[in-house]
């Protein structure tokens, strides 16, 4: 697969990007937990959760994958979206990536963009489907679904006629609230439990294996993943060890 060809793009509606960095270069900061090969098994799972909940979805129109990864066509082969190689938007850095994503889904006649990101292992069709439905509801410019921290963009929603500048990384919740009060774009937000949970540290890696273990509606690479005996015996060593670490502070 080259691509997204055009004759496949189905018009207007809203369409799903999902940005997704080389897997082989995922999740560095779980350096102390997983090794390298199992940070790039992790992130492949997660990335295939939300490939099932954005297709699983009744409200969206299509999905947009942009990635350079070697094995991006394959996977979006398997989950019946498009795919861009990163590569071919002549952008780097993810804000002018998704900016050069969304201006392809405009040109296409794509009415709203749905940015997501690809470690959100308890996203579900109906938190998607919830998103989407707030927005329109709503009418708004923007709406942006923040992690549980109250700190980074889960998702966003847009019209691709008003895109806002788009602030990802350290703090983009409030950074893009920001943007869109200097741009005059009317903004709200909206907190999903589904699309809270980014792993992007160990405590977001326990904190996922724990709600996947009890038997979260979702997540089922990620749970596959997690569940196996090497990487729970970690996982369960280390948060007795944060536990442990929780009840010395008090």
């Known amino acids: 697969m080259s691509g997204v060809h055009p004759s496949q793009v189905k018009q207007q509606g809203c369409w799903a990007l999902l940005p997704m960095k080389d897997l082989v270069q995922a999740k560095t900061r779980l350096g102390g937990v997983l090794a390298s090969h199992e940070r ?32 991006a066509d394959m996977l979006a082969a398997k989950y ?7 590569s071919a938007l002549d952008a780097s850095g993810l804000n002018k990536v998704v900016t050069a994503g969304c201006a392809v889904l405009r040109a296409r006649g794509v009415e709203s963009v749905m940015v997501v990101h690809s470690d959100l292992p308890l996203l579900t069709p109906a938190t998607v489907d919830d998103a989407l439905a707030t927005f329109e509801e709503r009418d708004v410019a923007l709406l942006l679904v923040p992690d549980r921290r109250l700190e980074g963009t889960n998702m966003l929603l847009a019209h691709t006629s008003g895109l806002p500048v788009f602030h990802y990384g350290c703090g983009s919740f409030a950074a893009h609230q920001r943007a869109a009060r200097a741009q005059g774009l009317a903004c709200d937000e909206q907190r999903l439990a589904g699309a809270a949970l980014d792993v992007d540290q160990p405590a977001d890696l326990i904190d996922a294996w724990r709600r996947l273990m009890d038997g979260a509606a979702a997540g089922t690479h990620t749970r596959a993943f997690l569940g196996r005996s ?21």
């Not at 790039?40 to 990864?69: K, P, W, Y």
């Open 230 to 250: 090497d990487i729970a015996r970690r996982l369960r060593a280390l948060s007795e060890l944060y536990a442990a670490n929780t009840r010395g502070v008090r």
């Open 80 to 86: 019946g979206v498009d795919w861009l190689p990163e």
């Open 40 to 71: 790039r098994a992790l992130a492949q799972a997660m990335a295939e959760d939300v490939l099932t909940a954005l297709t699983g979805s009744a409200a969206l129109t299509g999905v947009l994958l942009i990635s350079d990864d070697p094995g």
